[in-house]
């Protein structure tokens, strides 16, 4: 399931406690976070694709992992690329090997199995 800028608002919202605190890290109004949430922000003229790349660059660090095909955190990424070889867990070498080859690996592998 891939996560939408509004459920990255959502968790801030939940870890910061106010939109004001919300509106503050992004540096944009109170009224634009309410009008976001609510559905209503390009029908008071803003321009939801601006205010989503905000979300996205402040808050995500979540990134798409073609072996588990589901979104991951970004440090559970890097973790399983950096890990030792996994020994007792078949489905964690799986993953591991694929992390060897994966294109969001900077010292990734090259190989043909892949």
């Known amino acids: 399931m891939s996560v939408t800028p509004k459920d990255l608002l959502m968790e801030q919202l939940d870890r910061l406690g ?24 390009e029908q008071a003229g803003g321009r939801v694709d601006r205010l989503e790349a905000k979300i996205i660059a402040a808050y995500s660090n979540r990134v798409f992992c073609p072996h588990l ?7 559970d990424c890097v973790d399983c ?3 030792s070889i996994p020994t007792s867990d078949p489905e964690l070498l799986k993953r591991w090997i694929a992390c060897k080859t994966c294109l969001l690996n900077p010292g990734r592998e090259e190989s043909a199995a892949c």
């Open 18 to 41: 106010s939109k004001k605190a919300v509106a503050d890290e992004l540096d944009v109004s109170r009224t634009q976070i309410s009008l976001y949430l609510a559905g209503k922000y």
């Open 69 to 75: 095909a589901s979104d991951i955190k970004q440090s």
């Open 81 to 83: 690329r950096t890990a």
